[in-house]
């Protein structure tokens, strides 16, 4: 029986009438949850991420700009553009606000020692909630270098979310300087 079927059978045997406006209400608070990132009144970073020249000035606007959406919208056309000019603006804005759409935008754009750096000081810092470890870990895969895999291994050896760094890095093709392959 499928979702909407047992709303309407459990709705309808006890208040018949109801059923549709559950559903209806299950809609709204879906669709609640599915903000677009963009809105109208982003017709310039629009055009810009569009026609991929990317104008440094109107994303750096979005990047430094005090409302989240605007912020979120300029986070996912700088990952989108793969371009490591945006890197310092992603890097400043706000961690616990936008750690997604910034991991997300660091990832795209690539090998940086710029992110590297930030993210591993992120990892070391004992106030980082272990939510975000995982995440910080998965990044890492894609933005460091060989070395930095190495001694993510050593030293971060029994953490949670090593293995998806790996995984990353090896999608990469970067591998253990070392023996030339990575160590599992």
Do not use: W
Not at 1 to 25: C, D, Q
Not at 45 to 57: G, K, N, P, V
Not at 91 to 111: M, P, V, W, Y
Not at 130 to 140: I, K, N, T, Y
């Amino acid at each position: 029986m499928s979702f909407i079927r047992s709303i309407e059978y459990t709705t309808l045997k006890y208040k018949p009438g109801l059923a549709m406006g559950k559903i209806l209400f299950i809609c709204l608070l879906l669709t609640s949850f599915l903000n677009a990132q963009y809105t109208s009144k982003d017709k310039d970073l629009i055009r810009t991420t569009s026609s991929r020249t990317f104008d440094t000035t109107i994303v750096n606007n979005y990047l430094v700009s005090e409302i989240v959406e605007k912020v979120n919208a300029g986070l996912l056309s700088a990952a989108n553009s793969k371009d490591s000019r945006f890197i310092p603006n992603i890097l400043n804005t706000n961690f616990e606000e936008h750690h997604n759409f910034k991991l997300f935008a660091l990832s795209q754009i690539g090998e940086s020692s710029l992110s590297t750096n930030y993210i591993l000081n992120l990892l070391s810092n004992s106030d980082t909630e272990d939510v975000h470890r995982q995440e910080l870990f998965s990044a890492l895969g894609f933005v460091a270098d060989s070395i930095t895999l190495m001694s993510l291994i050593n030293n971060f050896p029994i953490e949670r979310g090593i293995p998806t760094a790996i995984i990353n890095f090896n999608s990469r093709k970067i591998s253990s300087p070392q023996k030339g392959r990575l160590p599992y």
